[in-house]
Nanobody
Framework: QVRVVESGGGLVQTGGSLTLSCAYS????????MAWYRQAPEEERELVAM???????TYSDSAKGRFTISRNNTGKMGFLQMTRLIPEDTGVYHC?????????????????WGQGTQVTVSS
């Protein structure tokens, strides 16, 4: 299976920057997508950014223009560069990787989640 581990979270003031990392490892044949979700207190988990296997990117309205998602297939590493942070960005950021799994001739693309990393933006 696939293990996903996030890192890089922390405390930052409004207007500051942070870069999150998503390391994924295990037995798989390819990546369909990698995405970042934010879980804020008392709110539903929200998709922040996603990058596909062919490197197309999608951003939420809030993240657009401030965040940049990227990944390195060779290094099995993904990133979320965050700039001009605001308090509304506060939350636990989870990385989800859709990896291709081949078992007994059957191919599937399940999603694998990391434990998350805390981002706190002070006013």
């Amino acid at each position: 299976q696939v293990r996903v581990v996030e890192s890089g979270g922390g405390l930052v003031q409004t207007g500051g920057s942070l870069t999150l990392s998503c390391a994924y490892s295990g037995t798989f044949s390819g990546i369909r997508s990698m995405a970042w979700y934010r879980q804020a207190p008392e709110e539903e988990r929200e998709l922040v950014a996603m990058i596909t296997g062919d490197y197309r990117t999608t951003y939420s309205d809030s993240a657009k223009g401030r965040f940049t998602i990227s990944r390195n297939n060779t290094g099995k590493m993904g990133f979320l560069q965050m700039t001009r942070l605001i308090p509304e960005d506060t939350g636990v950021y989870h990385c989800k990787v859709e990896a291709m799994i081949v078992d007994l001739g059957r191919t599937s693309w399940p999603g694998f989640w990391g434990q998350g990393t805390q981002v706190t933006v002070s006013s």
